[in-house]
């Protein structure tokens, strides 16, 4: 089986052993999020902190959520790490923005932290600090879900189908969820722009095809 294959197959066998009701569970918990004026913290790291960008966008532009990705402001993640180290990075950042039992964390991340070993222990950190305020935490994480889904209020585990796939797979299908989350009808508010435009393929009155 060519490596294509495999990975498509894999993909596939993720889709299948989803637990929609855990997806369900972190829509109701965004709703109520919103319904109550609370705000959106997404963290991650590598791959985790790209998603928290993109999906901060999402859920601000379709879901009228106010939502941040802390580690977009490389200046303030580098002052931080140069000074106060790695691990307290989010909880210091979380601590200026008043962190409150009204918002949530989404935390995107393979592993989903660990105590013993220390693995991620900005996460971490950052889930303890949120169960001291009251404040939710969320997740979409790989493997057994590690420290988020442990704590977590609503977490999502991408279904570990491949040993030596996880991260593609977790990372690739945190994307799939959090689409699929900002477009579900109880949290979209406003339309994304190819879904909101007019056919791009229309027939004129010669009866050719025009864009």
């Known amino acids: 089986m060519s490596f294509i294959k495999e990975f498509l197959q894999k993909s596939t066998e993720v889709i299948q052993n989803f637990n ?20 959106l913290f997404l963290l991650g790291s590598g791959g985790g902190a790209g998603h928290s960008s993109h999906a901060a966008c999402d859920f601000r532009k379709l879901c009228n959520i106010e939502a941040y990705a802390p580690y977009d402001n490389v200046s303030e993640l580098t002052a931080r790490v140069n ?29 989903g932290g660990s105590e013993k070993p220390p693995i991620s222990m900005n996460l971490v950190n950052a889930a ?12 979409v994480v790989g493997k057994d879900g590690g420290y988020t889904k442990q704590v977590g209020d609503a977490v999502v585990v991408v279904p570990a189908v491949q040993p030596s796939l996880v991260t593609p797979l977790t990372e ?3 994307a799939l969820v959090w689409h699929l989350i900002v477009s579900h009808p109880r949290l979209q508010l406003n339309t994304a722009k190819w879904e909101s435009c007019q056919p791009l393929v229309q027939a004129n009155t010669s009866g050719v095809a025009i864009i």
């Open 83 to 111: 000074d106060e180290g790695w691990d307290v990075t989010l909880v210091n950042w979380l601590k200026v923005s008043r962190l409150n039992a009204k918002d949530c964390l989404l935390i995107f991340s393979v592993g």
């Open 20 to 39: 929609e009701s855990d997806i369900e569970s972190l829509v109701n918990l965004l709703v109520a999020v919103r319904e109550n004026g609370g705000r």
């Open 128 to 139: 303890k600090y949120a169960k001291q305020v009251g404040a939710k935490i969320a997740g």
């Open 172 to 174: 690739g299908f945190q």
